[in-house]
């Protein structure tokens, strides 16, 4: 069992940035692909990035070069950096820990664990 728990969400102006955390206990972290969401108002989830247990890292396109995914396996937390924030990035950011394996030749996801989210709003 995986707890998350998120922090450093809030209401920033346009172009500002802000640094989300997410901090696991429970398990043993470094095997968790960790990943953000975020859904905003009458949408649905969407993958904003997402970090393996080895460190490749992937964004959503609309995204890409404004924000940041890393981790600290010596922290048991993964960030979020966002920088050059839009109103469109307003939304509930969820922290997402999985692990998966292969089994039997497919891909299979283990265990699947999230966080309670934390409000990001862009505005002026």
């Known amino acids: 069992q995986v707890q998350l728990v998120e922090s450093g969400g809030g209401l920033v102006q346009p172009g500002g940035s802000l640094r989300l955390s997410c901090v696991a206990s429970?398990?043993?972290?470094?095997?968790?692909?960790m990943g953000w969401y975020r859904q905003a108002p009458g949408k649905e989830r969407e993958l904003v990035a997402r970090?393996?247990?080895?460190?490749?890292?992937n964004y959503a396109d609309s995204v890409k070069g404004r924000l940041t995914i890393s981790r600290d396996n010596a922290k048991n937390t993964v960030y979020l950096q966002m920088n050059s924030l839009k109103p469109e990035d307003t939304a509930v950011y969820y922290c997402?820990?999985?692990?998966?394996?292969?089994?039997?030749?497919?891909?299979?996801?283990?265990?699947?664990?999230w966080g309670q989210g934390t409000q990001v709003t862009v505005s002026s």
């Open positions: 429970g398990s043993i972290f470094s095997r968790y692909a």
């Open positions: 970090i393996t247990s080895g460190g490749s890292t």
């Open positions: 997402n820990a999985v692990m998966s394996a292969v089994v039997l030749g497919t891909p299979t996801v283990l265990e699947d664990y």
